[in-house]
Nanobody, 123 residues
């Protein structure tokens, strides 16, 4: 079974930064790579960043230039450095498998999710 644990969220002011961490097991051999997803209240889950074992990345337009996804294969960990945060970034952030090299590829099924980590950007 896939195990996913996210951490690093919190309350920050606009313009601030956070670094999210994710430890995962059982994902690497089942998916193209790893992704960070977010879900704001009343909105659908959104894939915002993708990385594969070779370090190739892709981002949704709204976070390009502000977020950086990276992975540590040896530690089974994925990170999301979030800079220049804006209120629209407020959401619960999750990590999970990614099914293609871009954020436009949607996984058919992602039955397992971690607890997520809350990011709130507010003054």
């Amino acid at each position: 079974q896939v195990q996913l644990v996210e951490s690093g969220g919190g309350l920050v002011q606009p313009g601030g930064s956070l670094r999210l961490s994710c430890t995962h097991s059982g994902v690497r051999f089942s998916f193209y790579g790893m992704g960070w997803y977010r879900q704001a209240p009343g909105k659908q889950r959104e894939l915002v960043a993708v990385v594969n074992s070779g370090g190739n990345t892709d981002y949704v337009d709204s976070v390009k230039g502000r977020f950086t996804i990276s992975g540590d294969n040896a530690k089974n960990a994925v990170y999301l450095q979030m800079n220049s945060l804006i209120p629209e970034d407020t959401a619960v952030y999750y990590c999970n498998g990614a099914c293609g090299p871009t954020i436009h590829t949607t996984c058919v099924s992602l039955p397992n999710w971690g607890q997520g980590t809350q990011v709130t950007v507010s003054s």
